[in-house]
């Protein structure tokens, strides 16, 4: 399974910017970049994906290196709600579709 | 959007009895769903991938006798924890994506499960 590693835990003060990021470096020119997150006692919450391109949707925005063996999940304001840990998965649409889930970070959000 | 339903979100049961969980797919067909289990603090951990009108991939470690799934339709998907021990209480999540290699993953609420 395709690895990676994000830190384990990141503090934001609320309205502000929080960039979380993530190493892929094994990434495969087949392989999605994936983010969810999960709140406690709850499933995991599609944030968003992308290949190559950076992307930007109502949630989040998804900066994606140009060798693409990193990325990073960018909340433009953060609110007390977006407190979760954060997963970042890639996709290996080649072989299954399995999503294998890493250790994720879990943010905390400061009023 | 797509929305996965997953039923009972808890479920308390004694050792040695049976367990089912549903997943089902509300707003699309789901050709491929997945079962996932995660512990107090811990990541998901993937358990198993069900196919429809096929037999399920079970991942490493993973016993399928005691894990069965099945996914009769395109629509549902069931795990049935059989012979039930306390050890096997965890959140189990199911999850499932419509075709096409960029479509997201979408997830069940999650069931727990308490063996007592």
């Known amino acids: 399974d395709a690895k990676t590693t994000q830190p384990n835990s990141m503090e934001s003060n609320e309205e502000e910017p929080v960039h979380l990021p993530c190493n892929h470096s094994t990434i495969s020119g087949t392989d999605y970049i994936h983010w969810y997150r999960q709140l406690p006692s709850q499933g995991p919450e599609y944030v968003i994906h992308?290949?190559?391109s950076n992307v930007n949707n109502r949630m989040a925005s998804l900066a994606i290196a140009e060798d693409r063996k990193s990325s990073t999940l960018i909340l433009h304001r953060a609110t007390l709600r977006d407190a979760a840990v954060y997963y970042c998965?890639?996709?290996?649409?080649?072989?299954?579709?399995?999503?294998?889930f890493g250790t994720g970070t879990s943010l905390t959000v400061i009023p | 959007g797509a929305v996965v339903s997953q039923h009972p979100s808890w479920v308390i049961c004694k050792s040695g009895t049976s367990v089912k969980i549903e997943c089902r797919s509300l707003?699309?067909?789901?050709?491929?769903m997945f079962w996932y289990r995660q512990f107090p603090k811990q990541s998901l951990m993937l358990m198993a991938t069900?196919?429809?009108?096929?037999?399920?991939?079970?991942e490493q470690g993973v016993e399928k006798d005691k894990f069965l799934i099945n996914h009769a339709s395109l629509t549902l998907s069931t795990l049935t924890v059989t012979s039930a021990h306390p050890e096997d209480s965890s959140f189990y999540i199911c999850?499932?994506?419509?075709?096409?290699?960029?479509?997201?993953?979408?997830f069940g609420n999650g069931t727990r499960l308490t063996v007592t």
């Open positions: 992308g290949l190559t």
């Open positions: 069900s196919n429809e009108g096929s037999k399920a991939t079970y």
């Open positions: 707003d699309f067909q789901a050709t491929t």
């Open positions: 998965i890639l996709r290996r649409s080649n072989t299954g579709n399995q999503f294998y």
């Open positions: 999850s499932a994506f419509r075709t096409g290699s960029s479509s997201p993953l979408h």
